[in-house]
């Protein structure tokens, strides 16, 4: 399984874009890049995930660079409410358990 | 749509007592996958459920068990209760339509003391 390595905490002004980096360099051909958020010990919230191209929905957008061995997840207007931690997960096609660490606290400031 | 529901919320069990947790999956998902979270770590996958059978299980003693229902529901069984079995419990599930996707509960807080 790969491993992600992620800083264990960043700031964001409220209103700007939050950049949170992943780095996966054993990530292999099959295995998808994954991002969940947990706020306040509530249950982790599914964000967004990809293979190779760059991804975009109604959350949030993900950049995978070209040798698939880093990831960004960009959140382009942060507000209080995106205050927590965020996980990168590196999954393969052929397992069901998703891998997570100690992921990146994001605090959104006023 | 009803998402992920867990039950109970919050328990208090004795050490040496079972505990059993339920989960029931969001619409249209027929795989459920529990995990445990401890306090200040990720959630560790514990074991997934699909067909009403164990699929794949994590690095989890065998006091921890599962079952899934005809309904697609599920339960975990925890035996012979540690100080060390207080966390919260996560179920997940998904489906092949969901892209094997995995969307979480809110979780059921066990404290063993």
């Known amino acids: 399984d790969a491993k992600t390595t992620q800083p264990p905490s960043m700031d964001c002004a409220e209103g700007r874009a939050a950049n949170l980096p992943c780095n996966h360099s054993t990530i292999s051909g099959n295995e998808y890049v994954y991002w969940y958020r947990q706020i306040h010990s509530q249950g982790p919230q599914y964000i967004i995930h990809g293979l190779k191209n760059n991804e975009t929905n109604e959350m949030a957008s993900l950049i995978i660079t070209e040798d698939r061995k880093s990831s960004t997840l960009i959140l382009p207007h942060a507000t209080l409410r995106d205050t927590a931690v965020y996980y990168c997960?590196?999954?393969?096609?052929?397992?069901?358990?998703?891998?997570f660490g100690t992921g990146t606290r994001l605090k959104v400031l006023a | 749509d009803a998402g992920v529901t867990q039950s109970p919320t919050h328990l208090i069990k004795t050490r040496g007592q079972q505990v059993t947790l339920r989960c029931s999956p969001k619409s249209g998902h027929d795989t459920v996958s529990w995990y445990q979270q401890a306090l200040g770590q990720g959630p560790q996958f514990i074991f997934q459920?699909?067909?009403?059978?164990?699929?794949q299980r994590g690095n989890f003693p065998d006091r921890f068990s599962g079952h899934q229902f005809p309904n697609y529901s599920s339960e975990l069984n925890v035996n012979a209760l540690l100080l060390g079995d207080s966390a919260l419990y996560l179920c997940?599930?998904?489906?092949?339509?969901?892209?094997?996707?995995?969307?979480f509960g809110e979780g059921s807080w066990l404290t063993v003391v």
């Open positions: 997940a599930s998904s489906s092949i339509g969901s892209g094997n996707t995995i969307y």
């Open positions: 997960i590196v999954r393969g096609s052929g397992t069901y358990k998703y891998i």
């Open positions: 459920y699909y067909e009403e059978e164990e699929r």
